[in-house]
């Protein structure tokens, strides 16, 4: 609740600033700047006004408007309607973190069953309530391996096929962190390296080595052989995921991954322009103490009733004050709530339906495109329902003309990796059908052409 | 309350007992008291590590806390209570036994002199209430 100073509390501040009015604070403005004439029309009614605001908003484009081929991190697919029904209730929809977690039952069940999901799913023993989005789960991956070691070994090695936005995130988190140095993936090094040529960066003092599966473009590796390496040199490995490829893939806790953090929106969030999303964090049980954010868990009380608690929030500022390793005191518990929705009522074969359909679709995809004069497909490792495209000509002139025909196109990597340009990131889900495939290599064809 | 009279007590709720050259640390029962059933603990240091007076020692969890603990003196860490990390409630049962958290072998012998004799902690302790 939002109080407002009393006129009397104003009159004390201001006597103890020795000033007679608020306005005396803003002199050092120049009277022009303090009140500019705004160059506004005439007010509109409501009814003008939503009328105007729906007029502009026509103008946009969504992936309900066009068949949509971009991915690179967040992905169109279909939403059940349960999703929107069960996080719209009003217990859920309006709650924010439980700060009296015993009374909010709901919302601690809630969370529970999502752990216990997202546990399932990646293969680990725990998981956390959730962080802001897949970023964010990175850069706390980082915080997490710099404190299990104390701070004794500072070096963290990334991928340079980790999401460009993670990679950007964890340096921005970690900047505060002294003697924390980010390496793996310099301007030199070839973004489509093997995961396990980043061994050779890692040494006594790593903490960490963190890599995405599939990764950003869509290639799965098998990260067994890097797991022993890393665990070799007694660091953790991480591995960041995009949790709807673990209905058909290997989860990472079968092969050696200590933490395993990625972005949820995959489960059932909305594309909605970048957030709110969901940031994924499971770990080994050994780490559940440097785990951050929160951990509910299921107990009894004294007459033997199931109920839910608030078990740990050991890195939190409310428990360790100074001392704590994580400013994450809140969790997005209603996109965690959309993710478990989501993932119950799929089902653990509806998941592998779906992950299926986007392989499969993607794939059909790839041998189109493939043959399209100009085209080529880098298949030479496995991927999962992305994949990269080399263009014969600039991405960005390629996108505007599938725009014309009503597609959205793939990821300019040229963006993120100078030695990418001219190369494209297709990402196919089950929202596109066989003819919108057969339509995106016709106008690439044309477009080659043209 | 127990205060054993053979030792030496921080007002940081430590307490030292020294063998030969050797100091063993721990907290106290007081300490372990106002903690309530310790559910972790954690030595973030190696043996032959560096202990510093006044420095971070180790970290003891409760279900209601989170408390550092001190190194009460100064000198080079011989040995770390392995059996704190798998039975913390130790602490609890046993706080000057085994639940001892850490060896130091002593530089200065006289900084144990900054410490609180028994009769001294107890007057301390019910100083604070």
Redesign the interface.
């Known amino acids: 609740m939002f109080i407002p100073h009393t006129e009397s509390e104003t009159g004390e501040m201001l006597k103890a600033l020795g000033l007679k009015s608020i306005d005396e604070l803003f002199e050092d403005i120049p009277d022009k700047y303090r009140f500019p004439k705004l160059d506004l029309p005439p007010a509109l009614s409501e009814m003008e006004a939503f009328s105007m605001v729906q007029a502009i908003s026509q103008s946009n484009e969504s992936t309900q408007d066009l068949i949509c081929f971009l991915g690179a991190g967040a992905y169109n697919h279909y939403i059940p309607a349960v999703v929107d029904a069960v996080i719209s209730r009003g217990e859920f929809f309006t709650a924010y973190t439980p700060y009296q977690p015993e009374i909010s039952q709901g919302t601690l069940q809630a969370v529970f069953e999502y752990q216990s999901l997202i546990a399932a799913l990646t293969g680990m023993d725990v998981s956390n309530a959730s962080h802001y989005d897949g970023a964010t789960a990175c850069a706390e991956a980082g915080v997490l391996a710099f404190h299990h070691f104390f701070g004794k070994r500072p070096r963290i090695v990334i991928s340079p096929s980790l999401h460009p936005h993670y990679r950007e995130t964890m340096r921005t988190y970690l900047q505060g962190y002294a003697d924390v140095d980010i390496v793996g993936d310099e301007s030199g090094v070839n973004p489509l390296l093997h995961p396990d040529q980043l061994v050779s960066k890692v040494d006594e003092s790593t903490s960490l080595v963190l890599v995405q599966y599939p990764d950003f473009f869509g290639r799965i590796f098998d990260l067994s052989s890097l797991a022993e390496s890393v665990h070799e040199k007694g660091a953790l490995l991480g591995v960041a995921v995009n949790p709807l490829s673990l209905g058909l893939l290997k989860p990472p806790g079968e092969f050696g991954a200590d933490i395993v953090v990625g972005e949820g929106q995959s489960l059932g969030i909305p594309l909605s322009f970048g957030g709110p999303y969901l940031g994924i964090f499971a770990t080994r049980k050994e780490l559940v103490r440097k785990l951050a954010g929160r951990l509910v868990g299921e107990s009894v009380d004294q007459q033997g009733r199931k109920g839910y608690v608030l078990t740990l929030t050991a890195r939190e500022q409310h428990i360790r004050r100074e001392k704590s390793t994580s400013n994450i005191c809140t969790n997005q518990g209603l996109m965690a709530l959309a993710s478990a929705v989501y993932l119950s009522s799929l089902g653990k074969n509806g998941m592998r339906a779906v992950a299926n359909l986007c392989y499969q679709k993607a794939h059909y995809a790839a041998s189109q495109i493939a043959r399209v004069p100009g085209f080529a497909v880098l298949d030479d490792v496995p991927f999962f329902h992305e994949f990269i495209v080399h263009c014969p000509d600039s991405v960005e002139e390629i996108n505007l003309h599938l725009l014309d025909h009503g597609i959205l196109g793939g990821y300019d990597l040229g963006c993120d990796y100078p030695t990418l340009k001219n190369h494209m990131l297709i990402a196919v889900t089950e929202m596109v059908d066989k003819e919108d495939i057969d339509l995106l290599t016709e106008i690439l064809g044309e477009a080659h052409h043209g | 309350m127990q205060t054993p009279s053979d030792l030496k007590y921080s007002k940081t709720d430590e307490w030292v007992k020294l063998d030969g050259s050797i100091a063993v640390i721990g907290i106290t029962d007081y300490a372990q008291e106002q903690l309530s059933d310790v559910v972790?603990v954690?030595v973030?240091?190696a043996v032959g590590d560096a202990a510093t007076k006044g420095k971070q020692c180790a970290?003891v969890?409760s279900v209601k806390?989170?408390a550092?603990v001190n190194f009460p003196v100064s000198g080079e860490i011989s040995e770390i209570n392995e059996a704190l990390s798998s039975t913390p409630e130790l602490l609890n049962t046993d706080p000057f036994g085994k639940a001892w958290i850490v060896k130091v072998k002593i530089k200065d012998a006289a900084e144990l002199g900054d410490l609180m004799d028994a009769a001294a902690y107890i007057k301390y302790c019910e100083g604070r209430h």
């Open positions: 972790f954690e973030p240091f970290t969890e806390a989170a550092e």
